[in-house]
């Protein structure tokens, strides 16, 4: 029989199914959990907190740790003149017992005191979960200001964050008196935790490889963090362990001062795994010239059904009752209607179709290419037969003014057309709203440039069907015309400008040619897709089967 591995005060409040009998401890900088809990930014948390959830349904001896962002992300507002504001607020969570459990962790050769709190797994539904902060009383400002801001803009406030959550979760577990037999990296964040374990061990690397696995969110070289090795040692990143030690445990050749967070973690792992079939073959494509790193395999992102899935809509598709099903569709609509004429004063029609575009906000998603040829955005916007409505939504960093001016540019075309919409404050309440009452879910990122994407998933669980480029979690699921649309792959070795021009022909195309007038003329046969999307998406994309897949492929 399996027993939870944590002291009794905190253990599992199930008995743990011996298939996921394994102790096993997960690392992340963002959980979305709940939308009271405000510790997340964008997918990466959306990912971590489906994660927890099935960890929790699945009775697996698992532990979350993570850090209690006093400010969270940020608050998206508004201006005076409508544009995007970022507002920083402090939160304070009643529901996070204080245990009293506190400890030094060096940082910048300086003694930090951390505190830990404890999320009971009955709160949300999850594991067991662990939050660090240094924003305590003990502390001075600068230490304090550590974990106040998730993803601070400052590069050495970062370090000092990764340091926390890695060094800081790996000492929480020394408190604890608990050796977990696998320690799970969800991004490079927390790679700080394995040159603890080597200061522990005598540098024995392979006792930390036997332990760590390690998975990877970003599919491209220049997406990955690096910092100089001298500046973070400097930091105390390090543990105690010499400048020689660390450049021999990560093979980094002499006059090479480049620590590279995903090179490291791919060095010092049993097995990482990208977060789609296509981003384990970039992955593995991309890491193919560096020697002595770990094997990359695949498993994809999924979503908690149980969570997003609002219940009417699953027991009218349960029913194949497509009237049923119509209607709620329709409040939910209104729903989703109420919160743009709130902020925005459109007020949208629930008969017309409803684009929706939401997700975190970065350039690289192409937020606006469909708005770039302005003569078929007007007419999509003005038609009389066959109306469409367009929401945009979504996070940028507060300090990517490239994507902050993308926003701001998709903001003011609601000043002239009246069927579409900017909204602010996307989190999980209002991603929830989005995904219940839109018709059709645009993602249209860069093709490779998405490691997974995982917005659709929860979209289609809701009946609203995907129209995407064919990149990340897509194509394991696509059956283009049956269970979603699919923009067709630009030709190779085309201009950004030209490879644009393809994806946003061929939207507008498969739009007139064939999603409107189905929507229109055949509710019957657009229902049919839309209950293929749910059929499909059900169990390979929910996240008890990711949760269930780390423990058969990464930690046994």
């Known amino acids: 029989m399996s027993h939870s591995f944590l002291p009794a005060q905190y253990k599992h409040p199930y008995e743990i199914d011996p298939k996921y009998g394994k102790s096993a401890v997960y690392f992340c900088m963002e959980y979305a959990i709940d939308n009271a ?7 990466l948390g959306y990912l971590a907190g489906s994660h927890m959830r099935s960890a929790g349904t699945l009775r697996q001896n698992l532990l979350g740790i993570g850090i209690l962002w006093t400010y969270g992300y940020y608050n998206q507002t508004r201006s005076e003149d409508g544009n995007m504001a970022v507002q920083y607020q402090k939160r304070n969570y009643p529901f996070l017992e204080d245990h009293n459990i506190k400890f030094l962790i060096r940082v910048y050769g300086a003694p930090v005191w951390v505190k830990a709190y404890f999320l009971r797994p009955e709160t949300f539904g999850t594991a067991p979960m662990f939050f660090l902060s240094t924003d305590i009383d003990e ?6 200001t550590i ?8 590069g050495f406030t970062r370090i000092a964050q990764y340091i926390v959550l890695g060094k800081g979760g790996a000492r929480l577990l020394d408190e604890l008196g608990v050796e977990p037999e696998v320690f799970h990296l969800n991004e490079a964040h927390a790679i ?3 040159f603890h374990q080597l200061s522990k061990n005598g540098c024995n690397v392979e006792e930390v490889r036997r332990r760590f696995v390690f998975t990877t969110h970003t599919p491209e070289e220049a997406g990955n963090e690096k910092m100089d090795i001298n500046q ?5 990143f390090f543990d105690g362990l010499s400048l020689d030690q660390v450049r021999r445990v990560i093979g980094l050749s002499e006059g090479d001062n480049t620590f590279n967070y995903t090179l490291a973690a791919l060095r010092l792992s049993r097995i990482a795994n990208g977060v789609s079939e296509l981003h384990g073959e970039v992955s593995r494509q991309m890491w193919k010239d560096y020697d002595n790193i770990c094997p990359i395999t695949s498993i994809t992102n999924a979503q908690n059904q149980a969570y997003w899935q609002d219940q009417e809509l699953a027991e009218a598709f349960r029913a194949r009752d497509k009237a049923a099903f119509g209607t709620r569709k329709k409040a939910l609509k209104k729903q989703l209607f109420r919160m743009v004429g709130e902020q925005t004063g459109h007020v949208f029609d629930t008969d017309c179709l409803t684009i929706v575009w939401a997700r975190r906000f970065a350039a690289y998603k192409r937020p606006d290419l469909i708005t770039e040829n302005t003569t078929c ?3 999509m916007l003005q038609r009389t037969n066959r109306p469409v409505q367009m929401i945009w939504a979504g996070k940028p960093y507060p300090t990517d003014y490239k994507a902050i001016e993308i926003f701001d ?3 003011k075309l609601g000043n002239k057309y009246a069927r579409c919409a900017t909204i602010v404050g996307y989190e999980l309440s209002l991603s929830r709203l989005l995904k219940n009452g839109s018709d059709l879910w645009l993602n249209n990122p860069i093709v490779t440039r998405e490691a997974s994407g995982t917005s659709g998933m929860s979209a289609a669980m809701n009946g609203s069907v995907s129209i995407s480029t064919n990149d990340g979690w897509i194509r394991e699921f696509e059956r283009d015309g049956e269970n979603c649309f699919i923009i067709p792959e630009a030709k190779a070795g085309l201009t950004p400008e030209a490879r644009d021009r393809s994806d946003r022909d061929n939207f507008y195309d498969i739009l007139e040619r064939r999603i409107l007038p189905l929507y229109y003329n055949d509710r019957d046969g657009w229902y049919d897709i839309v209950f293929r999307a ?16 780390y423990y058969v492929k990464m930690y046994n």
């Open 232 to 236: 973070m040692n400097n930091f105390s």
């Open 192 to 194: 700080a935790a394995a």
């Open 139 to 144: 502390n001075d400002e600068e230490s304090r």
């Open 377 to 379: 955005f007007e007419r």
């Open 409 to 411: 540019k998709l903001n």
């Open 534 to 549: 749910m059929e499909d998406i059900y169990p390979q994309f929910d996240a008890d089967r990711m949760a269930d897949e």
């Open 37 to 43: 809990f405000k510790i997340y930014s964008g997918g």
């Open 147 to 154: 974990t106040r801001r998730l993803y601070d803009s400052n």
